[in-house]
T-cell receptor, first 111, second 112 residues
Framework: SQTIHQWPATLVQPVGSPLSLECTVE??????LYWYRQAAGRGLQLLFY??????ISSEVPQNLSASRPQDRQFILSSKKLLLSDSGFYLC??????????FGEGSRLTVL | LAKTTQPISMDSYEGQEVNITCSHN???????ITWYQQFPSQGPRFIIQ???TKVTNEVASLFIPADRKSSTLSLPRVSLSDTAVYYC?????????????FGKGTKLSVIP
């Protein structure tokens, strides 16, 4: 069966510090991968999606970036965090037809 | 991209049937309609998916009219544990269309 893991689960970072969130999928090949962000009390905002190794599409211009160095690995990064980057970050994968499978989420607080 | 519109919130008493409607007037031919449930501090969880007519599984039913411009998620006999945010997602992850964008969701509160 397919599983998705993301880490760390929680982190507190100072403004201006770097960020790296990692997500891995097991049990499937060539999945479409997604990063979403959810601000407190808000809906899900699509940040990036990837349809293959090295292929990244950005939905929202910001100081975040994403990379897919391996088929089932998706990384969200920032060189310098802003206060507005705080939120709940969710990685997800899909094969077809809009059925998304989400990881456990990573809660980021920027101080 | 098909934009979705849902009620912001709904209240229901335990044991009642709840129907949440989603409008998606510009749905594309390849798009599927998928509903998710999200509890606080968790990722959304798949509930049900359909393309047209009616789909039923062990937790919900999904009604889609012939024009597919709306859909209704039906939750039978809700309990307190069904208190959550419900999202309608319209899209298709494939063939050049991968932007699976969520709407604002409907916050369902189940009252004892």
């Amino acid at each position: 069966s397919q599983t998705i893991h993301q880490w760390p689960a929680t982190l507190v970072q100072p403004v201006g510090s770097p960020l790296s969130l990692e997500c891995t999928v097991e049990g499937t090949s060539n999945p479409n991968l997604y990063w979403y962000r959810q601000a407190a009390g808000r809906g899900l905002q699509l940040l990036f999606y990837s349809v293959g190794i090295g292929q990244i599409s950005s939905e929202v211009p910001q100081n975040l970036s994403a990379s897919r160095p391996q088929d089932r690995q998706f990384i969200l990064s920032s060189k310098k965090l802003l206060l507005s980057d705080s939120g709940f970050y969710l990685c997800a994968w899909s094969l077809l037809a809009g059925e998304l499978f989400f990881g456990e989420g990573s809660r980021l607080t920027v101080l | 991209l098909a934009k979705t519109t849902q009620p912001i919130s709904m209240d229901s008493y335990e044991g009642q049937e709840v129907n949440i409607t989603c409008s998606h007037n510009n749905i594309a031919t390849n798009d599927y309609i998928t509903w998710y449930q999200q509890f606080p501090s968790q990722g959304p969880r798949f509930i049900i998916q359909g393309y047209k007519t009616k789909v039923t599984n062990e937790v919900a039913s999904l009604f889609i009219p012939a024009d597919r411009k709306s859909s209704t998620l039906s939750l039978p006999r809700v309990s307190l544990s069904d208190t959550a945010v419900y999202y309608c997602l319209v899209g298709y992850s494939g063939a050049g269309s991968y932007q699976l964008t969520f709407g604002k969701g409907t916050k369902l509160s189940v009252i004892p």
